[in-house]
Structure formats: structure tokens, C-alpha cells
């Protein structure tokens, strides 16, 4: 199945996987609509990938209501069809419980939980027509909490609970809705959380976010009719 052609929405495209995804999909002629907070890098992709796709870019901030509803509101006017919405973006925090901050509690559930939430919310109406395909990237932290990193996991404890409710739901009308819970990948984020850890970062030995891309294409190649509801991955190599 040729995905040249079709529109697709990606969240935190201007870095780590949704950047990968993004040029994976334009090599493959996809047109983009890309959502970040870096104005400067959305508008270097739009500059090398405008001369073989359509690239649309807003500068959106997922701690901002205003923003994700205007944002929506741009695409939906200026963008005939919506065929892929990809959830990339993401905060991370971590920290033992007695001693975690509540406002690190409320930036991950504003941009973890709530901003894809809304945005698939405000976007879904122009997806079921085309019956699209929705891909959020979660964590593996979503499937297992381990110690220091309760915030983090209870928010994305939520997105796959909104991912699932929502395949339930759009099902019927030709949606289909994957999540992919990742182990430690090779991204500015994961640097973030190595300094955290203080422990030393060698990106080779984790997921390379071209790897989500392949997976994540794959995904939308096969025959509709049939759907993958959930991927786990995680790196091969012992983690440094």
C-alpha cells in the first residue's frame, strides 16, 4: 500500500522521534504538518522537505490550552485531509515520591495527557472521514512503574487508558489506533534523564529513533482491514 500522498499530523516533530518519523515519512511522500516548540527547526525541515511534499508548520506549546486550539483550528481550515496523527511529544520528570513536586505532576499531565487528548479530540471528526490512522508514542513506563519515576508512569498510565478507550470507540467508524510503549531510545530526552540518573549516556546502546520510525511505517502499511493494537520495544544491548 503507497502511503505517498497522504496528510499526516505529528506532535514534537521538531526533535527525537517525531523528527525521525517526520523525514521518514517525507522520503516516503507523505505530506507534513508538523507541531513543535522550536520555531527555527520546524521551518529547517519545512525548507529541506518543501520541495517534495507539502509541509505545514505550528509553532505549539502543549502547556498552552490557547495554542493547541488554535492550532487545531489552523489545520482543520487550511488542511483538506487528515489520513495520520502521530503523538510524539513529551515531557519527563522523576523523583521519589515524599519528595516530588505537584507542579511537575501538573506540566506532564497538561502535555503528556491532556494536550494529546485534545488535540486528537479537536482533529478526530476530520480523521474518521478519510479513516485514519492514530499512533502514540507512549513509554514502557506506561506499562510498569518502577520506583522514583511515579508522576512520570501515572501519566502515561492515563495516555494508554485514553489510547485503548479511544480504539473502543473509533473502531467502528474505520480508526485505526496503535500504541507503541518504548524502552530507552536515543534522544535529547533520554540525555535528560541519564543527567538525572548521573549516569553516563551512550546513545548506541539504546532504540535509535530511526528504529521507531520503521516500526511506525510498517504499521501503516499493512492491509486495513487488520489492525496492531500495541508494540512493545526495547533495546537488545545491556543498558549502560
Known amino acids: ?4 500522498g497522504k496528510t499526516a499530523v505529528i506532535t514534537g516533530a521538531s526533535s527525537g522521534i517525531g523528527y525521525a518519523i517526520a523525514c521518514h515519512m517525507a522520503s516516503l511522500k507523505i505530506n507534513l504538518v508538523l507541531l513543535g516548540r522550536n520555531t527555527s527547526k520546524l521551518e529547517e525541515m519545512r525548507s529541506v522537505y ?28 487550511n488542511i483538506d485531509t487528515i489520513d495520520i496523527l502521530v503523538h510524539s511529544a513529551g515531557l519527563y520528570s522523576r523523583g521519589e515520591f515524599t519528595a516530588s513536586s505537584m507542579s511537575a505532576l501538573d506540566e506532564l499531565y497538561l502535555v503528556n495527557l491532556r494536550a494529546p487528548f485534545l488535540l486528537t479530540k479537536l482533529l478526530l471528526p476530520t480523521i474518521k472521514k478519510k479513516e485514519g490512522q492514530i499512533i502514540v508514542i507512549n513509554s514502557s513506563c506506561g506499562l510498569k512503574a ?8 501515572a501519566v502515561k498510565h492515563g495516555v494508554k487508558a485514553m489510547t485503548d478507550s479511544l480504539r473502543g470507540e473509533v473502531n467502528k467508524d ?37 528504529d521507531v520510525a520503521e516500526i511506525v511505517i510498517s504499521s501503516l502499511n499493512i492491509p486495513h482491514r487488520t489492525e496492531i493494537t500495541d508494540i512493545i520495544i526495547r533495546p537488545t544491548m545491556k543498558l549502560s
Do not use: W
Open 146 to 153: 518502577n520506583a522514583g519515576i511515579s508522576q512520570y508512569s
Open 50 to 77: 518543501q520541495d517534495r511534499v507539502c509541509v505545514d508548520v505550528f509553532r505549539t506549546d502543549f502547556l498552552e490550552e490557547s495554542q493547541i486550539q488554535e492550532t487545531a483550528h489552523q489545520i482543520i481550515e
Open 1 to 4: 500500500m503507497s502511503l505517498a
Open 174 to 210: 474505520g480508526v485505526r489506533v496503535l500504541s507503541l510503549f518504548l524502552g530507552r531510545t536515543a534522544t535529547p530526552m533520554q540525555a535528560f534523564v541519564h543527567k538525572l540518573e548521573k549516569k553516563s549516556y551512550h546513545p548506541a546502546n539504546f532504540i535509535q529513533p530511526e
